[in-house]
Each structure stands twice: as C-alpha cells, then as structure tokens.
C-alpha cells in the first residue's frame, strides 16, 4: 500500500520553527517530484514548496521564500519542510504530495499521492 506520512506539526509562537516530515511508504521517492501544499480554515489548498526528483531544485511562492526551506533524503524515503520565523498567516493544515512527472510543480492537480496532513498553528 503506497502512503505518506506527515509529521512534525503543532503549536509555534510566532517567530519560531518547525520541521514538517513526509516519509513515503510502499515506494520510494526517488522518481517522483514531491510538493508541500496547505488549507487554512476557509480557504483554497495553496502550494507552498515543491521539488523534483531530477535537479533537486527546489520553488517556493512568494509568501514563505526565504523562510521555508524543502530538502529531501532520497535513502531515507523522506522529505522535510524546515519552517522558520513562522507567522500567524502560516497556520493552515500541511500535506506533502507527490507526482509521477518528477517535476516541481504547484497545481496540486498534478499530484498522485497525498499525505493526510499536519496541523500547524502560529500564535501567541
């Protein structure tokens, strides 16, 4: 049974950090392109990060380039998001996905498999 599995998310003040963990199982992540996307209450699922499998060259949107950070371990069949200097606006339900493209993409229309999310909230 191939899954992903989320990890890492909880309550942050503002400012601080998270790691967000998405360990695939059933599969390996090597051939595929893997993105971090959230929903917050009330709103669209957005993109946040994303990766491929064959550069290795990671995107971010706007909102959270220079805070977040998406790094894979390809032997280890996990990919991490690294949040830092986290803001109220960051809070939201955080799923990895992953497409069998292998590109970096952020329509999440293009994803094959998705994780059931981790709840991130930033507040004092």
């Known amino acids: 049974q191939l899954q992903l599995v989320e990890s890492g998310g909880g309550l942050v003040q503002p400012g601080g950090s998270l790691r967000l963990s998405c360990a695939a199982s059933?599969?390996?992540?090597?051939?595929?392109?893997i993105g971090w996307f959230r929903q917050a209450p009330g709103k669209e699922r957005e993109g946040v990060a994303c990766?491929?499998?064959?550069?290795?060259?990671?995107y971010y949107v706007d909102s959270v380039k220079g805070r977040f950070t998406i790094f894979r371990d390809n032997a280890k069949d996990t990919v991490y998001l690294q949040m830092n200097n986290l803001k109220p606006e960051d809070t939201a339900v955080y799923y990895c996905?992953?497409?069998?493209?292998?590109?970096?993409?952020?329509?999440?229309?293009?994803?094959?498999?998705w994780g059931q999310g981790t709840q991130v909230t930033v507040s004092s």
């Open positions: 059933g599969f390996t992540l090597d051939y595929y392109g």
């Open positions: 996905a992953v497409n069998g493209f292998r590109l970096c993409v952020l329509r999440d229309r293009d994803y094959d498999y």
């Open positions: 990766i491929s499998s064959s550069d290795g060259r990671p």
